[in-house]
Structure formats: C-alpha cells, structure tokens
C-alpha cells in the first residue's frame, strides 16, 4: 500500500456506568474505588487487540491494579451491556458515549487526547489527571495499491483534500465524533511510522498476541 491522506482523528474515552457508584467522577476515584473492589474492577472494549483495550490496561497499571479486560464485538455492544450494569466501565472511541453522556446514562471520567476532546470539553484528559505520557488519539486515513504512480497519488490527495474541507463533510463526520483532517502522502506515511514504534513495545509489555 502507499499512503495517500490523513482522512480523520479522533480521541478515546474512559467511561463508568450504574454498576460504579455514581460519586465516582474521574479516573483517581475510580481506580481508588477498584482497588476497594477488586472482584469487580474490570473494563469492557471494542475488540482485544484494539487501542482502547491497551489504554484500559494502561490505565489499571498506572493504578497499580489488575484491571481485568473484556473484549466485545464493538463499541456499542459494550456501552449497552455498561448501562445495564453488567460491566462496570468501558474504554472506546469519545463519539460512541457522547449520547448517553448527553441522557445520563454513563459518565465519562477521562478522554485521551494532548488536549480535551471538543466533543467532551468538560471531561479531564488522562494527562490532566495524573497519567503522564498517557496521551493517544487514532485515525483514518486513504491509501492505494503500492503500485500506484505518483501523480496518481498526488491527484488522490489534492482531490481528498478539498474533499475533506467541505462543510457538510466535516459536519457529518462530527455527528460520529470525528474530526475531518487532511495530510500529505508523507505526513501520513510518519504518523503510521511514529504509531508503530510507539505502540509495539506498549503491546509487547502488555504482552498480548494475535492468538491470546
């Protein structure tokens, strides 16, 4: 493959629903109260393997806490399974909670970004509270076959950029969370490289396998 275009960023959340005790607002108190509760400190996430389930388990460790993880088959599924109290809290993508934040369904304690999120601005980052370094956001972004000529490529990107500054564009993607941005063929190629090196020993440290 040969990259293209940034496409779109967006941060993670860290979240608690009706099974934590409602005066549990932010991350400290919830590890507090995990450490109080060990049978019952655990986190549910999109996938194994995902990001939001390596920032679960970072977020435990930073704790000192044995934060038991549970895979689902999305987001949403979580999230459901979390408001009806089956799981105690829930890390995943800061536009999957943004509505049953909006009904007081769930509270969001932490989101993942340098800076807070524009989706959750009165949510603490990580960072913000107490968890140095513990800054990560994900991305989309458009490539094409490896084969492709670089006029091709140029042409792509010139196209996806003004594609990608539309308003309607950028307003649709924001109704799921995310936030429209463009790149260059190597900026894009660097983020991919810079996220790779930054995560493999993360992962390796976890200790967590494709087949585990």
């Known amino acids: 493959m040969t990259p293209v275009s940034l496409g779109a960023i967006f941060d993670f959340g860290f979240a608690a629903g009706p099974a934590v005790p409602a005066s549990v607002r932010n991350i400290q108190e ?52 979390m408001i009806g109290g089956q799981i105690q809290a829930v890390s995943g993508p800061v536009g999957e909670f943004v509505q049953h934040v909006a009904a007081g369904k769930i509270r969001l304690l932490a989101t993942s970004g340098a800076q807070r999120s524009k989706f959750a601005p009165g949510v603490p980052t990580l960072v913000e509270q107490g968890l140095k370094d513990m800054a990560y956001n994900e991305w989309f972004g458009f490539y094409l076959p490896a084969k492709a000529t670089p006029e091709v490529v140029q042409r792509a990107n010139a196209a996806l950029r003004s594609a990608l500054a539309e308003k309607d564009v950028v307003d649709g993607l924001e ?12 900026e894009l190629a660097a983020m991919l490289k810079a996220d790779t090196e930054r995560w493999g020993p993360v992962v390796k440290a976890i200790g967590f396998t494709a087949d585990s």
């Open 175 to 186: 109704v799921m969370g995310l936030e429209s941005k463009s790149s260059s063929p190597s």
């Open 30 to 81: 919830f590890l507090a109260w995990c450490k109080a509760n060990p049978t019952q400190a655990n986190f549910g996430s999109p996938a194994a393997g995902s990001v939001p389930h390596f920032i679960g388990v970072l977020i435990g460790r930073a704790g000192g806490i044995d934060l038991k993880h549970v895979p689902y088959r999305g987001t949403q599924p979580a999230i459901l399974e």
